[in-house]
């Protein structure tokens, strides 16, 4: 059985830095693209960074040049880097794996950026 286990989500100030990671367990993960993605109250949720299983990577715009996505395949861990964090960054991240025809997520951890 697929399981995804995201954690490190805080509140943080703006400007600070916070690192997510997701856990991931129940198959070769690192056959497999992996994705972050993120939901803010009252919004959709939206793609925030992918990484292929060759280690390619690929972010939204609004996250360019402050988050970086990585992984560990030796783990099963996906890490999300995020610096310059900014008010409008405030959501729940949700860790991804597409596999086949089915899409799993994780739990999702919160971020909030606040003073």
């Known amino acids: 059985q697929v399981q995804l286990v995201e954690s490190g989500g ?3 100030q ?3 830095s916070l690192t997510l990671s997701c856990a991931a367990s129940g198959t ?6 992996m994705g972050w993605y993120r ?5 959709q949720r939206e ?3 992918t990484i292929t299983s060759g280690g390619s990577t690929g972010y939204a715009d609004f996250v360019k040049g402050r988050f970086t996505i990585s992984r ?6 996906v890490y999300l880097q995020m610096s310059s964090l900014k008010p ?17 997520w994780g739990q999702g951890t919160q971020v909030t950026v606040s003073s």
């Open 28 to 33: 070769i993960f690192s056959r497999f693209n």
């Open 72 to 77: 560990d395949n030796a783990k099963d861990t």
């Open 10 to 12: 805080a509140k943080v």
């Open 47 to 49: 793609l925030v960074a």
């Open 14 to 16: 703006p400007g600070g």
């Open 39 to 43: 939901q803010a109250l009252g919004k």
């Open 88 to 104: 409008e960054d405030t959501a729940v991240y949700y860790c991804n794996v597409p596999i086949g025809l089915l899409n799993y």
